[in-house]
């Protein structure tokens, strides 16, 4: 069992920046691929950024450009820097750990763009 603990929302200006953290209680967390999702109410979780053990990235077209997945594997934890923020950003945004057909979830973390 993998647990995974958000940190970093909050509400922010829009042109703004964040960055989300996520925490891994995995022993072999090198091996994740790792991702972050998100989810505005009446919509279904998306993925937003993906991050393998190989460090290859990849994005959802509507953050290209804005967001950046990172990862720092001494520290067990997973990052999505957020800048140049757009209200359509608001969503609950949810850390994702992947194994094969193993994965676990965040609890989420809100993410609020508003002026």
């Known amino acids: 069992q993998v647990q995974l603990v958000e940190s970093g929302g909050g509400l922010v200006q829009p042109g703004g920046s964040l960055r989300l953290s996520c925490v891994a209680s995995?022993?072999?967390?090198?091996?994740?691929?790792m991702g972050w999702y998100r989810q505005s109410p009446g919509n279904q979780r998306e993925l937003v950024a993906q991050i393998t053990a190989g460090i290859n990235s990849n994005y959802t077209d509507s953050v290209k450009g804005r967001f950046t997945i990172s990862r720092d594997n001494a520290k067990k934890t997973v990052y999505l820097q957020m800048n140049k923020l757009k209200p359509e950003d608001t969503a609950v945004y949810y850390c994702?750990?992947?194994?094969?057909?193993?994965?676990?979830w965040g609890q989420g973390t809100q993410v609020i763009v508003s002026s």
């Open positions: 995995a022993s072999s967390f090198s091996v994740y691929t």
């Open positions: 994702n750990a992947r194994l094969f057909t193993r994965q676990y």
